[in-house]
Nanobody, 119 residues
Framework: QLQASGGGLVQPGGSLRLSCAASGSIYSINTMDWFRQAPGKQRELVAYITSVGRTVYADSVKGRFTISRDNAKNTVYLQMNSLKPEDTAVYYC???????????????WGQGTLVTVSS
């Protein structure tokens, strides 16, 4: 139900914008997050944004990445600037969502999109 896009190959110092759209039976979305997993490393939180727009970033991306969301489109974005080779990873989005008013909150993951920063 989450579809991530926007990854690709970019040179150091370049920019990319990732998108992640939730589709299907979505009643409400709370927090939306971006994680990443580099080869041989554990998955780590990059940033998250609450339903009212409060944002939190990993120290490694502060000042370079910006997370935003469009609640009308159930979509979260990650604008990545000043990219570094160490940003190379598969980026995953997730959302804490309900499918109907009586359901519990569940976490849904996107399929991941590869970002490669290399010259």
């Amino acid at each position: 139900q989450l579809q991530a896009s926007g990854g690709g190959l970019v040179q150091p110092g370049g920019s990319l914008r990732l998108s992640c759209a939730a589709s299907g039976s979505i009643y409400s979305i709370n927090t939306m997050d971006w994680f990443r997993q580099a080869p041989g490393k554990q998955r780590e939180l990059v940033a998250y944004i609450t339903s009212v727009g409060r944002t939190v970033y990993a120290d490694s991306v502060k000042g370079r990445f910006t997370i935003s969301r469009d609640n009308a489109k159930n979509t979260v974005y990650l604008q990545m600037n000043s990219l570094k080779p160490e940003d190379t990873a598969v980026y995953y989005c997730n959302a804490d969502a309900k499918t109907n008013p009586r359901s519990t909150w569940s976490v849904y993951w996107g399929q991941g999109t590869l970002v490669t920063v290399s010259s």
